[in-house]
T-cell receptor, first 113, second 109 residues
Framework: DAGVIQSPRHEVTEMGQEVTLRCKPI?????LFWYRQTMMRGLELLIY????????DSGMPEDRFSAKMPNASFSTLKIQPSEPRDSAVYFC???????????FGPGTRLTVL | EDQVTQSPEALRLQEGESSSLNCSYT??????LFWYRQDPGKGPEFLFT???AGEEKEKERLKATLTKKESFLHITAPKPEDSATYLC??????????FGDGTTLTVKP
């Protein structure tokens, strides 16, 4: 298996632009997680899905952030409009069930100028 | 609110010098405690899961233990390739994961 796939790996955009991050989980995994990692705040859970349904989005910082999982093999995290404080590495992870260990993707490094 | 505190923030060891990393936690119903390793520029990589107090897991030079309030990651005779950031995470009965800030380990040859 190729593992969790994220795209793009790097994104540089200007404040106010829309940003869409993409994730393909490991085939057969039923849970998907979006995290944000910064030096100041560490690794923060933004939202997670079980069987394509959002279970807990309490970590989503603002209404500017939204996430979707239209099917078992694809998820998106959208930021609109983006702000410089959104600059971070965004990780997607998947697990076999919501209770199992998580497998992380390589991350998307987002820079908002 | 679930909380995870890891100590020390950074640890420098000589090759072969054993030590332990600490993870203290408070959680509303522990479903599991996880240890991950993160190398620079990469995503965290799973190491261990512990479910109940008294449980221990081992893998090569690493051994993880769990009590009702904390977990330890013991590193025996470390090598330079063990240098990384080690993350501890707890998962609550509600399924939510909370990560600590990590311990950055540097092993000098």
């Amino acid at each position: 298996d190729a593992g969790v796939i994220q795209s793009p790996r790097h994104e540089v955009t200007e404040m106010g632009q829309e940003v869409t991050l993409r994730c393909k989980p490991i085939s057969g995994h039923n849970s998907l997680f979006w995290y944000r990692q910064t030096m100041m705040r560490g690794l923060e859970l933004l939202i997670y899905f079980n069987n394509n349904v959002p279970i807990d989005d309490s970590g989503m910082p603002e209404d500017r952030f939204s996430a979707k999982m239209p099917n078992a093999s694809f998820s998106t995290l959208k930021i609109q409009p983006s702000e410089p404080r959104d600059s971070a590495v965004y990780f997607c992870a998947s697990s076999l069930t919501g209770l199992a260990e998580q497998f992380f993707g390589p991350g998307t490094r987002l820079t908002v100028l | 609110e679930d909380q995870v505190t890891q100590s020390p923030e950074a640890l420098r060891l000589q090759e072969g010098e054993s030590s332990s990393l600490n993870c203290s936690y408070t959680v509303s119903g522990l479903r599991g405690l996880f240890w991950y390793r993160q190398d620079p520029g990469k995503g965290p990589e799973f190491l261990f899961t512990l479910y109940s107090a008294g449980e221990e897991k081992e893998k090569e030079r690493l051994k993880a233990t769990l009590t009702k309030k904390e977990s330890f990651l013991h590193i025996t005779a470390p090598k330079p390739e063990d240098s990384a950031t080690y993350l501890c995470a707890v998962q609550s009965n509600a399924g939510k994961s909370t990560f600590g800030d990590g311990t950055t380990l540097t092993v000098k040859p």
